[in-house]
C-alpha cells in the first residue's frame, strides 16, 4: 500500500462546480499536511496547509480526519485558473521529519 | 517568490557521462532538498541536507551524490548517467519537513 494516495483523475468539472479531492495516507504517526498545486510543466506550490480543525482559504477548504487517515480538499465555484493537478503531501517524524507526496489529481474546469 | 533557482534548465546527456545539477536558494533555509518527478510516481525525494556538509539519502538515492559545502547551494551529481535516470529534477528549500518547501522550476534531464 503506498504510503499517500489520491485518485489520479482527471476530474473534469464546469465552471462555477464544486469539487472535491480526497487523500488517504497510511502512516498513523504522520504530523503535518497539506495540499501543493501544481500547474504543466511547473513547480509544485504550497496551496494549503491542513490542519485538525480544518480551514479555509477563500473557496478552498480542506479537512483533516485522523481516525480515517485522510484529508480532503474542497473546492467551490471552480474557475478556469484551478485547472492544474493537486498534490497531497504527508509529513512524519523520521529524523528529518519524512516528507511524501502523493502522486496527485488533476482537476480540468471546462468552460 | 522563495529564491530558488536551479542550473542547468535544460540538458540531454549521454548514457555513462557523469552530471551535476546546481540548485541556489537566497533564503538561507537550514533544510534542501532534490527530487525527482516521473508519471505514475509523484515526486520521490533522492537526498537532503540539514545543514552545510550534513546530508542523508531518501528513497530513491542509488546512482546520486550530492553536496553541500554553503548554505545556499546544493548539488546533484549523477555519477555516471543511465536512461532511468531521464525525469524532472525539483530542488526545494524550507525549514524543516514539517513547514512548507518552495521548489525551484526544475530541469529536465534526458539521457540519450
Known amino acids: 500500500r503506498k504510503e499517500v494516495e489520491q485518485d489520479p483523475g482527471p476530474f473534469n468539472v464546469p465552471e462555477g462546480a464544486t469539487v472535491a479531492f480526497n487523500c488517504t495516507y497510511s502512516?498513523?504517526?504522520?504530523?503535518?499536511f497539506f495540499w501543493y498545486r501544481q500547474d504543466c510543466r511547473k513547480e509544485p506550490k504550497l496551496l494549503m496547509s491542513v490542519y485538525s480543525s480544518g480551514n479555509e482559504d477563500g473557496r478552498f477548504t480542506a479537512q483533516l480526519n485522523r481516525a480515517s487517515q485522510y484529508i480532503s480538499l474542497l473546492i467551490r465555484d471552480s474557475k478556469l485558473s484551478d485547472s492544474a493537478t493537486y498534490l497531497c503531501?504527508?509529513?512524519?517524524?523520521?529524523?528529518?521529519?519524512?516528507?511524501?507526496f502523493g502522486t496527485g489529481t488533476k482537476l480540468q474546469v471546462i468552460p | 517568490d522563495a529564491g530558488i533557482t536551479q542550473s542547468p534548465r535544460h540538458k540531454v546527456t549521454e548514457t555513462g557521462t557523469p552530471v551535476t545539477l546546481r540548485c541556489h536558494q537566497t533564503e538561507n533555509h537550514r533544510y534542501m532538498y532534490w527530487y525527482r518527478q516521473d508519471p505514475g510516481h509523484g515526486l520521490r525525494l533522492i537526498h537532503y541536507s540539514y545543514g552545510v556538509k550534513d546530508t542523508d539519502k531518501g528513497e530513491v538515492s542509488d546512482g546520486y551524490s550530492v553536496s553541500r559545502s554553503k548554505t545556499e547551494d546544493f548539488l546533484l551529481t549523477l555519477e555516471s548517467a543511465t536512461s532511468s535516470q531521464t525525469s524532472v529534477y525539483f530542488c526545494?528549500?524550507?525549514?524543516?519537513?514539517?513547514?512548507?518547501?518552495?521548489f525551484g522550476p526544475g530541469t529536465r534531464l534526458t539521457v540519450t
Open positions: 526545494a528549500a524550507g525549514l524543516a519537513g514539517e513547514y512548507e518547501q518552495y
Open positions: 502512516n498513523s504517526a504522520s504530523q503535518s
Open positions: 503531501v504527508v509529513s512524519h517524524s523520521g529524523g528529518y521529519q519524512k516528507v511524501t
